[in-house]
């Protein structure tokens, strides 16, 4: 049996949307009404850290009460024919919740924590963390969260997946966000690229076919267009 082709799907906000999770910053700049530099940002940790922990205590709860979408299984159901990675920028578990087997999340994971005195000490945990949970070393417990202004840990690795891809797919993400946006040229240049967002970015790029709808219609065009 010859050797599957390698889908890489880069994945935003707009891939979870469609599950009820709202994408990272309204237009005001807000994220669920708080500026996010007091709720995503290491000076914000410090400043207020009951209100950084509460915030990712109701992001977390919000989990349990919604549900991968058509988009999300499609990409599952896409491993039967192709050898299928995600590199997603979501910090929610819904590719995975889906079936999906490989999925590397730059920015972090929800369902994960980590201490604020090792950050390879890692750990899943589904429920709550107070201030005053700490790890075994005593140090306090913090989301396993990539906040601005910190280093992207597994940015590398993506880059080295993207560098393998047969075919790119780019789904739900403004490609404004750094160093997330940089990936898509990383791809050999002459590999075909689909983005699948109803709002998408400008992109200058010959290779790339547009699919303008949300990513659940916009995965079943992406499908039709990969019979061909």
């Given amino acids: 049996m010859p050797n599957k082709k390698h889908i890489v799907v880069l994945t935003g906000a ?10 990272f910053r309204d237009a005001d700049g807000l994220w669920e009404g708080h500026d996010v530099m007091e709720v995503a940002s290491p000076q914000g940790f ?4 009951d209100l950084v922990l509460d915030f990712y205590n109701q992001r977390r709860q ?23 990675s995600i590199v997603t920028q979501n910090v929610d578990d819904l590719h995975e919740r889906a079936g999906s087997t490989n999925v590397l999340h ?34 306090q417990l913090r989301p396993h969260i990539v906040w601005f202004g910190e280093d992207v840990p597994m940015i590398e690795k ?25 990936l898509m040229n990383f791809v050999n240049p002459a590999i075909p690229i689909y983005y699948i967002d109803p709002n998408p970015a400008e992109i200058n790029n010959s290779k790339v ?13 992406l499908l039709q267009e990969l019979k061909k």
């Fill in 14 to 23: 707009g891939m979870s949307a469609e599950s009820g999770i709202k994408t």
């Fill in 46 to 49: 410090r400043n207020n850290p």
């Fill in 62 to 84: 919000q989990l349990k009460d919604v549900k991968p979408n058509a988009a999300h299984t499609a990409l599952f159901d896409l491993e039967k024919e192709y050898n299928v």
């Fill in 106 to 139: 730059l920015h972090g994971e929800l369902r994960k924590i980590r201490s604020t005195g090792n950050p390879t000490d890692i750990k899943a945990w589904t429920e709550d963390i107070y201030l005053g949970d700490v790890c075994e070393n005593g140090y």
């Fill in 158 to 182: 993506a880059v080295d997946i993207c560098q393998t891809a047969d075919i790119l797919v780019i789904i739900g993400t403004s490609m404004q966000v750094y160093p997330a946006a940089s």
């Fill in 209 to 221: 076919t547009i699919i303008p709808e949300p990513a659940t219609s916009g995965m079943q065009r």
